[in-house]
């Protein structure tokens, strides 16, 4: 069955504790992507990652890093949590078109609701 | 800087409506729009992907337009279900890269 799954669904953490959100998807998708999900802000893209080992800022990028070493898997890494960065995470990955900014459908994960106390 | 609205943010209606859903953006220069589905607490599902070259796409009851000149898109959904309740979302990839810009939904209640 074709999806994206993150690990853990549900963290609650303390400040400052380095934590990772694992996220793999076996379509063999070039695009990956995490976002963000909050009351009133909606969804905001805090990393993407075009193909392997090439990653780039989306809108929300501090306090957060990504790598991409293989094409399956994308995790979220958080390096000293704060208690603004509890929300609900989204990854996501689609095919690429040809052009650049071409994504194709996107497919999400169940997404993983942190709490950083 | 991409922005994308869409109205209305709540929608009630009684079952067996058709409805409408609107989304614009503000960059009309985009190679697609896409259409979700979030139910509460659950990931997003996509509903339909509609290329810039498109003015339509159909899955079932529902039909999605693109009007890329006026930055306008719509979701059209006959014959609503209680079912259909969930928040539907659109987005857009910016041409500059691949960061995608999501408006903040519609949230759609269907009364049985």
């Known amino acids: 069955e074709a999806q994206v799954t993150q690990n853990p669904r549900y963290l609650i953490t303390v400040t400052g504790k380095k934590l990772t959100v694992t996220c793999s998807q076996n379509m063999n998708h070039e695009y990956m992507s995490w976002y963000r999900q909050d009351p009133g802000l909606g969804l905001r893209q805090i990393y993407y990652s075009m193909n392997v080992e090439v990653t780039d800022k989306g809108d929300v990028p501090e306090g957060y890093k990504v790598s991409r070493k293989e094409k399956r898997n994308f995790p979220l890494i958080l390096e000293s949590p704060s208690p603004n960065q509890t929300s609900l995470y989204f990854c996501a990955s689609s095919l690429l078109g040809r052009a650049q900014g071409n994504t194709g459908e996107l497919f999400f994960g169940e997404g993983s609701r942190l709490t950083v106390l | 800087k991409q922005e994308v609205t869409q109205i209305p943010a709540a929608l009630s209606v009684p079952e067996g409506e058709n409805l409408v859903l609107n989304c614009s953006f503000t960059?009309?220069?985009?190679?697609?729009l896409q259409w979700f589905r979030q139910d509460p607490g659950k990931g997003l599902t996509s509903l339909l992907l509609?290329?810039?070259?498109?003015r339509e796409q159909t899955s079932g009851r529902l039909n999605a337009s693109l009007d890329k000149s006026s930055g306008r898109s719509t979701l059209y959904i006959a014959a609503s279900q209680p079912g259909d309740s969930a928040t539907y979302l659109c987005a857009v990839p910016e041409t500059s890269g691949s960061r995608l810009t999501f408006g903040e939904g519609t949230q759609l209640t269907v009364n049985p």
């Open positions: 509609i290329q810039s070259s498109q």
């Open positions: 960059d009309s220069a985009i190679y697609n």
